[in-house]
């Protein structure tokens, strides 16, 4: 087989064994966050911080939920990092955001953070706050032993099918997740453009 058979075989494979149920579970979570009037701030680093921007944009358009990625201002994100370290530019971020209750946050990563192996701390940092503030927490991560799996409320595992492209994977997974989400007749509110062409 070419390579390209091979990866999109791998793909098949992974949507296949995708728990549906979790996914429904999430958006059960996301449609009770709207609901009670709480924001969804969606958290990710690297290609799954550009991600976040993106589910930002579709949650508030296509789901009618008042959504934010803190990656989003990168002028934030840079000076915090730089003035107050890397670990805690997430935590700090949803601090000055007043994080609540009625909140939810949702984690989009690879391995969904690691404190003992220093694996994205900023992320386990903000599972912890917002499990303190008692806000929900979500996440669509692609390790099941990552602090978010083992944290989160709901939490979509990708599966793995080959470790050695276990990143490509998450991260594309990622965005059929939360298409899947705001296409979701309990999220959508709205038509994508092209769909409400007629």
């Not at 494979?13 to 924001?39: F, M, N, P, Y």
């Not at 991560?141 to 990552?146: F, N, S, T």
């Not at 990622?174 to 007629?198: D, F, K, M």
Request: hydrophobic fraction near 45%; glycine fraction near 8%; include cysteine.
């Amino acid at each position: 087989m070419s390579f390209a058979a091979d990866y999109l075989r791998e793909v098949a494979e992974i949507a296949s064994r995708t728990d549906a149920g979790a996914v429904e579970r999430l958006a059960i979570l996301l449609k009770q966050t709207r609901e009670r009037g709480g924001r969804l701030f969606i958290i990710g680093v690297g290609g799954s911080a550009a991600n976040a921007s993106h589910a930002v944009n579709d949650f508030r358009k296509l789901a009618g939920i008042e959504a934010y990625a803190p990656t989003d201002n990168v002028s934030e994100l840079t000076a915090r990092t730089n003035d107050e370290g890397w670990p805690t530019v997430f935590e700090a971020w949803l601090r000055v955001s007043r994080l609540r209750p009625e909140d939810t946050i949702l984690i989009l990563s690879v391995g969904g953070g690691d404190e003992e192996r220093d694996v994205s701390p900023n992320l386990v940092h903000a599972v912890r706050f917002a499990r303190q503030t008692g806000a929900a927490v979500g996440g669509v991560v692609g390790r099941v032993e990552g602090y978010t799996a083992r944290n989160a409320d709901v939490c979509v595992i990708i599966p793995c099918v080959i470790s050695e492209r276990l990143t490509p994977h998450a991260e594309e997974f990622q965005a059929v997740i939360w298409h899947l989400l705001v296409s979701h007749p309990l999220l959508r509110q709205s038509p994508a453009r092209w769909e409400s062409i007629t």
